[in-house]
């Protein structure tokens, strides 16, 4: 059985004037013989990954295991931190991402040539029970060879959707945002549904967004809190700075659709 831990919090939003904001959802899993992470973010997390790895006194060489759900910079980058760990990811998706060119997308093309020629990656294939309690369900359109990741060694079954899925809106909507193929998205959209709801009380994880569960009646809740924000120096002084929060719709979502209306 594997305890189950949120490092990092993903968010459903992207940046009005500088692109995506890359923040994706890190978790934890740990049992007697694996301690392993379900994707390892970007660049920006660095610090607070380590610092919540820490938190919990874990080295990166405790890191039994890192597995992709896709190759995308937001997911991946990190995976060079963590020296001891066999690093897994989908077949598909390391073949089409290695034989991407350079080009303005989210692919991080010198982390995939690593990854492409190391021999602590091992390729998944669809249905792989790869880790005890841990199997990978193909789930392409975001990117052609995305993964789900279904867990089952946990007191209640747990599904990875990464960017599947990225939040409640795609979940909802039946469709998605940023996609490589909208019509495989949404035939993956219905198969997360139907894993979902097989098992009742089966967590949800979602790339960009809070944990989540269906109550009785079949409707999403969310669990725990959603936490964003950004400080910033608006000011003249490097010791006052004006704190934003990302998590209230009013005033800030307000303003800007009267700005942009």
């Known amino acids: 059985m594997y305890q189950v831990d949120i490092l990092a919090q993903g968010f459903p939003g992207r940046a009005v004037c500088h692109g995506g904001l890359g923040w994706s959802t890190l978790t934890l899993l740990r049992s ?42 937001d997911h991946s980058i990190n995976f060079t931190l963590f020296p001891n760990a066999r690093v897994w990811i989908g077949a598909t998706e390391l073949d089409w991402a290695a ?30 029970a790869f880790l005890p309690g841990l199997k990978a369900i193909a789930s392409p359109g975001h990117t052609p060879g995305h993964l789900l990741f279904y867990l089952t060694a946990h007191e209640r079954a747990v599904l990875f959707t990464g960017d599947a899925a990225k939040n409640r809106a795609e979940l909802l909507s039946l469709d998605v945002d940023l996609t490589a193929d ?71 979502g307000r303003i800007y659709r009267e700005a942009h209306t």
Request: avoid cysteine; glycine fraction near 6%; proline fraction near 6%.
């Open 99 to 128: 034989a991407q060119p350079a080009g303005f997308n989210p692919l991080p093309e010198l982390y995939v040539q690593e990854l492409a020629r190391s021999p602590r990656v091992h390729r998944l294939q669809d249905g792989d």
């Open 32 to 73: 007697a013989q694996h301690t392993v992470l379900i994707d390892v973010g970007a660049f920006n997390v660095r610090r607070s990954l380590l610092e919540q790895l820490t938190a919990r006194q874990l080295r990166p060489d405790d890191i039994t295991d890192v597995v992709l759900t896709h190759a995308h910079y």
């Open 182 to 252: 909208r019509a495989q998205s949404q035939a993956t959209i219905r198969h997360i549904w139907a894993l979902w709801r097989a098992v009742p009380g089966t967590l949800l994880i979602p790339g960009h967004d809070l944990s989540m569960l269906l109550d009785e009646q079949g409707r999403i809740v969310y669990q725990g809190e959603r936490q964003a924000g950004i400080a910033a120096w608006l000011s003249e002084s490097i010791d006052q700075m004006t704190h934003i929060s990302l998590t209230e719709p009013a005033p800030w």
